[in-house]
């Protein structure tokens, strides 16, 4: 994938659905968030995970998803599951992986040499499986830029925050003052490499205000979005991303500006007395997609 162009940059709200739960595969699209992701790792318990797997297969095949981006969580490749999830899934039409626990970017590349195998036996466009890594571990956090970047099938890493912190034999605390490290590398990494970067889940699904604080904190920090574990919460997180009314207005000025001098090639231009350059038109560029998937603007 062309990662200048990563249409999952704009995915604000990832929402989790156990593939095991036939009604949820039916119902997840209702709530209207950005990405959907079917979960056949710890949501499923271990003698449903090939039942669950062709559930959600069956589903795949006969549910309209419409431009609802669909991801399974798939079982890590180092149990028995993994890679019979990503072939079978693969052949029932699925794009779209979730890949668990990964620690190196050996695992990416392992991935992607089963997936150039699997696209060619099927006649499957070589590259459109993309992954989306899920960092869970210290030493999952610590290579996140080269988890990243070890193939252009990576659209996106998130951080895995109840394993991270059961790793490091510490509790998540109310302000989570322990993740901030964590958070602001996988940030960092992610922009660098040009992927999505997706925060954890909230757990306390009852307390939306705490949750609203936390969505805030992410888009603050410069996540691209969040995970989601209840649909309840998908309003408070796209509120959360929702841009100001001076915010737009000043980036569609941007915008327009930047369409009567082109600087894509270097250079700057004026603005109201401000001079604009390009890292301030792709901000402007962001803001304006944001506000349309808000419903703020126009598409």
């Not at 595969?25 to 990405?35: F, G, R």
């Not at 089963?114 to 210290?138: D, H, M, Q, R, W």
């Not at 954890?200 to 920090?221: M, P």
Request: one cysteine or more; a negative charge; aromatic letters at 8%.
């Amino acid at each position: 994938m062309d990662k200048k162009n990563n249409p999952f940059i704009n995915c604000r709200s990832w929402l989790f659905a156990p593939a095991s739960n036939p009604k949820l595969l039916y119902s997840a699209p209702i709530y209207k968030p950005d990405a959907i992701v079917f979960d056949l790792e710890d949501a499923v318990a271990l003698r449903e995970k090939e039942d669950a797997r062709e559930l959600l297969i069956e589903a795949l095949k006969s549910i309209n998803y419409g431009n609802i981006p669909i991801f399974a969580r798939i079982n890590s490749i180092k149990t028995p599951f993994g890679f019979n999830d990503i072939e079978y899934l693969v052949k029932a039409g699925l794009r779209n992986l979730r890949v668990p626990m990964c620690d190196t970017p050996e695992e990416i590349k392992e991935i992607d040499e089963f997936l150039n195998k699997i696209e060619s036996e099927n006649n499957i466009e070589k590259g459109s499986v993309v992954i989306a890594a899920a960092l869970e571990t210290p030493i999952g956090v610590y290579n996140a830029y080269k988890i990243a970047t070890a193939s252009n099938r990576v659209i996106g890493i998130s951080l895995g925050a109840e394993d991270f912190t059961r790793c490091l034999g510490i509790e998540r605390t109310k302000d989570e003052e322990e993740l901030l490290y964590a958070r602001e590398k996988i940030v960092l990494e992610a922009h660098a490499a040009g992927v999505a970067c997706v925060d954890g889940v909230y757990t306390k699904i009852d307390d939306l205000e705490g949750f609203q604080l936390q969505c805030e904190r992410a888009r603050s920090l410069g996540f691209t979005g969040k995970a989601c574990i209840h649909p309840s919460q998908i309003p408070y997180l796209h509120k959360a991303y929702m841009p100001t009314e001076e915010d737009i207005e000043y980036s569609l000025q941007v915008l327009e500006a930047s369409k009567k001098t082109d600087i894509s090639e270097g250079g700057v231009i004026s603005l109201n007395g401000k001079m604009i350059d390009v890292p301030i038109i792709e901000k402007a560029q962001k803001i304006v997609d944001l506000a349309k998937l808000s419903g703020m603007i126009k598409r």
